[in-house]
């Protein structure tokens, strides 16, 4: 057994049909790909699931390649795969899929056992489909071969497929319809395509015996249409369908050594294919186990990114916070002197604030003594003023201390005028008799527009 690794990108498209292995090899030297083909001995598809001699035949392909490992494409050609249109009822892909399975000896005529089902995707109300059919134990045998010699199977389909996928490399339109017909010395094979993508397969008769209906199956629209195969029976076919209106062509895109080998085209473009795909139940086992894998692998890489995540922002924290420290004690002088300097600056408006609402709610003296001056009778005279919070005191002599006590309640900002002591008789030093008095008075509130400094 050939040991060789698996880890290559390179894909290797290869031909199967029951007597035969073609494979078209690239060159390092971007020179024409070199076709390489080996004979093969029948399938045994009553026996077990295993192909010897084609295990034998991928380990001398290996061989021959220039670079180890790969996945190879492979196209089946009839009667290993096989593919036609049927009327089916419209059901999901996966439905047809099954229902086709368990009748597969209805819609396929040869086949045999157990079937994988491959289906061109379509519209979901349609009831015309293309369908095809191959043995599971005839795709078993050519994964354990392919496994055998080194490789792993990227994809197996209908070697139709193959054939209209080339469509997109000679199609000068792309995405347009455009038909390939393949011409052998045992049948001539029409297959209609749209987007590289299979639309319609007809056979016919091998050379000219259906000459008719090939030229009524191609009439009556511009597509293109471009002819493969064994050159004399397509030359022959060519002359034939020429008075009848159907132009055949030859692809110039493609290599001639392709075009005259319809195993060698639908080798070099089976890793084209999108569908048809042949997959049996253990490659589907194996794809769920490894996206099963992928999804594990990647919630691990997920928790190990988030747990990667929070430590860096957990050091980006702690590396700013050091930073904001060393700034802090860089500036804490500046700042204790902004601070004292603040402190300072504060406690002066306060002491103002505490010095203006202490003189907006003092008494105003001034005004208090001006009354009391403009009232006090002319031949008395004061000798005291007491003033604190609310009260005033007054003494002072005066002839008759009842004309003072008259004038001073007529004194606006007083009330509650009244005698603190008793009044007592003194003669003066010229021997004048006078009276001494003391008396006591409440100031009046003021006026709130009166509110303000002393004048």
């Known amino acids: 057994m050939v040991k060789r690794s698996a880890t290559s990108a390179e894909r290797i498209g290869i031909s199967l049909s029951p007597h035969s292995l073609c494979a078209v090899i690239a ?23 295993a192909w010897p001699s084609l ?12 670079s180890a490992g790969g996945e190879l494409c ?4 009839a009667p290993l795969a096989e593919l036609r249109v049927a009327d089916l009822p419209s059901l999901r892909d996966v439905d047809l899929q099954q229902l086709l399975a368990r009748n597969a000896g209805k819609y396929f005529v040869s086949a045999r056992g157990s079937q994988v ?66 011409v052998s010395d045992n049948q001539t094979l029409l297959l209609g395509s749209a987007r590289s993508q299979l639309t319609d397969v007809r056979r016919f008769r091998a050379g000219t015996g259906d000459v008719e209906d090939i030229a009524t199956a191609c009439a009556g629209d511009s597509v293109r249409t471009v002819m493969v ?28 050594e392709l075009i005259g080998a319809p195993d060698a085209l639908a080798a ?82 306060r002491q103002l604030a505490l010095l203006a609402e202490t003189e907006r709610s003092a008494p105003l003296w001034s005004r208090v003594i001006g009354g009391i001056s403009e009232q006090l009778p002319y031949e008395a005279y004061l000798t005291g003023f007491r003033g604190r919070a609310d009260t005033v005191g007054v003494d002072g002599l005066a002839q008759q201390a009842a004309r003072v006590f008259d004038a001073i309640e007529a004194v606006p900002q007083l009330r509650g005028v009244h005698a603190s002591s008793p009044v007592r008789r003194e003669t003066s030093a010229d021997g004048e008799a006078l009276e001494r008095f003391q008396l006591s008075a409440l100031l009046r509130p003021p006026p709130a527009d009166s509110a303000g400094g002393q004048p």
């Open 74 to 77: 492979v196209a089946l050609h």
């Open 27 to 49: 060159r390092s030297d971007r020179a024409q790909p070199r076709i390489w083909r080996t004979a093969l001995a029948d399938f045994a598809t009553d026996g077990a699931a």
């Open 229 to 256: 195969g064994d050159a004399s029976i397509a030359d022959a076919l060519s002359r034939q369908l020429a008075p009848r209106g159907v132009v055949l062509h030859v692809p110039s895109a493609i290599p001639a």
């Open 117 to 182: 089902i491959g289906l061109v995707p379509a519209a979901r109300d349609a009831t015309h489909r293309i369908v095809a059919a191959a043995a599971g134990k005839l795709l078993d045998a050519i994964h354990d071969a392919a496994h055998a010699a080194g490789f792993r199977v990227a994809s197996i389909v209908p070697a139709e497929a193959a054939w209209v996928a080339s469509a997109e490399q000679w199609n000068e339109s792309s995405g347009s319809s455009a038909r390939v017909m393949i």
């Open 55 to 66: 295990a034998t035949a991928l380990q001398s392909l290996a061989r021959e390649l220039p």
């Open 268 to 349: 070099r473009f089976a890793p084209a294919v999108r569908t048809p795909v042949f997959v049996t139940e253990s490659v589907k086992r194996e794809r769920t186990a490894q996206a099963g894998r992928l999804a594990r692998r990647l919630g691990i890489a997920a928790v190990v990114l988030l747990l990667l995540s929070a430590v860096l922002q957990l050091w980006g924290v702690r590396r700013e916070l050091v930073a904001v420290r060393a700034e802090r004690d860089a500036i804490r002088p500046q700042l204790s002197a902004t601070l004292v300097g603040r402190t300072t600056v504060e406690t002066a408006f």
